[in-house]
């Protein structure tokens, strides 16, 4: 389901269902609360904008506070459905532990696998240009710089991983990923993978076949300079005997 346009509560102001704030009042409006697809929708809804399923209300986490990668602010922990994560209020950024990101990838196929998709929904697709400045984050639990991944390396969704704490996403990238593995992305992403290990094995014996006729052509040059040697030493040796 898409974003609608609806109004402030508090002043009235034209805004989107997914908006974290009013940019007039600056009162709070959205937060991360669907437990179905993890998208942002307004305090309050019976039902999420974007795929429909009834709002369940977050609930306080007990999880050791972090700072935001982006933004250097507490988050705050909340549980939505049965996934602890931790929220930023300031850009809407998610941090996800390891084992819980597992979880719901795992969640996203079983329903994907139910549902019967033909066709895995359209990847976020990030801006490219020299003029797009990429910034690295540090995980918020090591410090250590995390990696940037194209998610599944075909999902357009790409990603802060540390690979021993966790994945931190960017405004409703989690949503993008969740609908990306409910329409079969991730068996577009094995098969790509399938195709890619067959052609680079199709390319490996190319190049042994091009070593081994190689080989075999150098083999006959030298065994066609040793029958020219010896004829050459043979006629020599008659010619001293006679």
């Known amino acids: 389901m898409e974003a609608k346009t609806l109004n402030c509560p508090n002043c009235g102001a034209a805004v989107s269902s997914d908006a974290p704030q009013c ?9 991360v609360a669907c437990a179905s697809c993890f998208s ?25 506070v972090l700072k935001c990668p982006r933004c250097a602010v507490d988050m705050e922990s909340v549980t939505i459905g049965v996934a602890p994560v931790r929220e930023c209020q300031r850009c809407g950024g ?36 020299d003029d797009v400045k990429v910034h690295y984050v540090t995980c918020p639990q090591c410090r250590q710089l995390m990696n940037r991944i194209n998610f599944a390396r075909c999902s357009g969704v790409v990603v802060d991983i540390c690979k021993g704490h966790g994945t931190w996403f960017d405004r409703d990238e989690l949503r993008e990923i969740v609908e990306f593995i409910r329409g079969g992305g991730m068996d ?10 067959e ?6 014996e190319a190049d042994e076949h091009k ?8 083999e006959y040059h030298l065994d066609d300079d040793r029958l020219s040697g010896m004829s050459a030493a043979g006629g020599l040796l008659k010619f001293l005997l006679e």
């Not at 052609?199 to 490996?204: D, G, I, M, S, Y």
């Not at 070593?211 to 150098?218: E, G, K, S, Y």
């Open 23 to 31: 940019l007039y009042c600056e009162s709070k409006l959205a937060t």
């Open 40 to 64: 942002m929708m307004f305090i309050g809804s019976k039902h999420c904008p974007h795929c429909g399923a009834s709002a369940v209300a977050a609930t306080a986490a007990s999880l050791p």
């Open 94 to 129: 998610l941090w996800l532990e390891v084992a819980v990101f597992e979880s719901i990838c795992v969640h996203g196929e079983q329903q994907s696998a139910i549902l019967g998709a033909a066709s895995p929904a359209p990847g976020h697709q990030a801006p490219i240009g």
């Open 188 to 197: 577009l992403s094995r098969q790509k993978l399938l195709h890619e290990i």
């Open 199 to 204: 052609f680079q094995r199709q390319q490996l």
């Open 211 to 218: 070593v081994a006729r190689h080989v075999t052509i150098t």
